[in-house]
């Protein structure tokens, strides 16, 4: 197999096996092998074969940038020692004085990095409702340059309209980002809806098995990647070569991974939604969801992640449920093969002040599963078991 019988045209599961991958030269390895180096040696002064250092040239790392940048059907991809890691060198793109208008309801730790440190460093930024693409809009000043959008979002399963806010965007000439951990490029893909720059917590789906944490921005405009390419070695928070071996190892069964994650989430999604014990289901496959037509025209699937309010929604309801769980690991993150429940007004979005949680809808008892790939009669039977004590 030879990159040049992997194109644009190559089907999604094609390009995930092989996509910037290629025999190694050297000795014809079918699997990329891991560069655990940190330096090259040059033969004479100025002499080399154009690897340095191993901060700017790995190829372990080069071939996981080739591969995501082809399942977004992006030009360039970059990868980073975190899914924070990237979003922190994106927004040192920006300069002091510029402005962001983002989600109101993110990832806790990218509200955090806003907030807490990017805040400090002179950039502007104001926190909106992305279901609404007027109301993005009107946060526009004459220094905003990026709209940082996720979409689902993390952990009420929100969705933004991107190629509306794209055309409202564009027009003021403002960068827009999606994160596009929770639906992967399987399901979802934002550059071809006109998005500048995808970002990923490759922590999560594409490495899928719960190994290794990461993080890539994958883009097709020229200018933006020279400067993201500079500030991966400028600013230096590039991944090791194991990691990146893991994530591009995980890749490959990223189609099968997201069917079977969506199969078993859509069947728990309905049976969440009938369950007397349950307040609310935050899921865009139902038809309830405030947002499915749009989920339906975005996206191709609605992925694994489910959230949801057991009883009462008081943080004793959400603990009694949360506690009970068996197969479900107890634990923040999500994307892997394994099932997981996590609490996240105390682990993942601790960070967000529980006033700004709860005009969301963003309830103290809320529960977020990430669900695996077990026997979907196991999955059933321990959220059935779960319930059973609210
Ligand atoms: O954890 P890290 O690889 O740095 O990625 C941060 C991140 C960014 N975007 C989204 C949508 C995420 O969910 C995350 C990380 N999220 C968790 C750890 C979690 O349990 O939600």
Known sequence: MSHS??????????????????????????????????????????????????????????????????????????????????????????SSGDHVVCGNNTYGGTYRLFEKVWKRHGLAFTFVDCTDPAGVEAAFTPRTRLVWLETPTNPLMQLADIRDIVERAHKKNIIVVVDNTFMTPYFQRPLEMGADIVMHSVTKYLNGHSDMVGGALV???????????????????????????????????????????????????????????????????????????????????????????????????????????KLFTRAESLGGVESLVCHPASMTHASVPRESRLSMGFEDGLLRLSVGIEDLDDLRADVEQALQSV
């Not at 025999?23 to 390895?29: I, K």
């Not at 020229?222 to 995980?250: K, T, Y």
């Open 219 to 325: 883009m097709s405009d020229d200018g933006l990647a020279e400067q993201i390419r500079f500030l991966q070695n400028a600013a230096g928070a590039v991944p090791g070569p194991m990691d990146c071996f893991l994530c591009l190892r995980g890749t490959k069964t990223l189609a099968v991974r997201m069917k079977q994650h969506e199969a078993s989430a859509r069947e728990l999604a309905a049976i969440l939604e009938k369950h007397p014990r349950v307040s609310r289901v935050f899921y865009p496959g139902l038809a309830s969801h405030p947002q499915h037509e749009l989920a339906c025209r975005q996206a191709s699937g609605f992925g694994g992640m489910i959230s949801f309010i057991p009883g009462d929604g008081s943080l004793a309801a959400g603990e009694k449920v949360f506690n009970r769980f």
């Open 5 to 94: 019988a992997i194109g644009p045209k190559s089907g999604f599961s094609t390009k995930a096996v092989h996509a910037g991958q290629e025999p190694d030269l050297a000795t014809g390895a079918v699997m990329t092998p891991i560069y655990q180096t940190s330096t090259y040696a040059q033969e004479a002064l100025g002499n080399h074969k154009g690897f340095e250092y191993a901060r700017t040239h790995n190829l372990t790392r080069f071939a996981l940038e080739r591969n995501l940048a082809a399942l977004e059907g992006g030009k360039h991809g970059f990868s980073f020692g975190s899914g924070l890691a990237a979003t922190n060198a994106l927004m040192q793109v920006l």
